[in-house]
């Protein structure tokens, strides 16, 4: 499978992991979109939601429980976003299934 995030999580390509446990890891975005923007990054290979089944889909939660434990690390301490982007209209770039963490600002909601 030629997937950036696979690499990252298998280590091929190295990235600076902020937090990793066996199911998960935490980057710093390369591109960042907030004063901090952080990836959630599954190990296992998921393209959409929709691929995620009853039984693995608790990864999500994992990740979801784990992000408030991270405040120090993640600077969340004045609130963050998470968004997950889905398909080439939402702007996903990367095919496997990550939550954007973003924080260290005051984020306005502007819809398109």
């Known amino acids: ?23 998960f890891i935490i980057i710093r975005d390369i591109a960042p979109q907030a004063k901090n923007h952080f990836l959630a990054i599954p190990k296992k290979h ?10 693995n889909a608790q990864i999500l939660g994992e990740i979801f429980a784990t992000i408030p434990k991270l405040v120090d690390i993640l600077e969340l301490s004045g609130g963050y976003r998470l968004v997950i982007n889905q398909g080439d209209d939402a702007g996903q770039t990367v095919p496997h299934l990550h939550i954007h963490i973003l924080s260290g600002q005051k984020m306005e909601w502007n819809p398109a």
């Not at 696979?6 to 199911?23: A, H, L, R």
């Open 46 to 55: 998921y393209k959409y939601l929709a691929d995620l089944t009853k039984e």
């Open 1 to 23: 499978m030629d997937c950036l995030f696979c690499k990252f999580v298998s280590g091929e390509i190295p990235v600076n992991k902020v937090f990793e446990n066996d199911n």
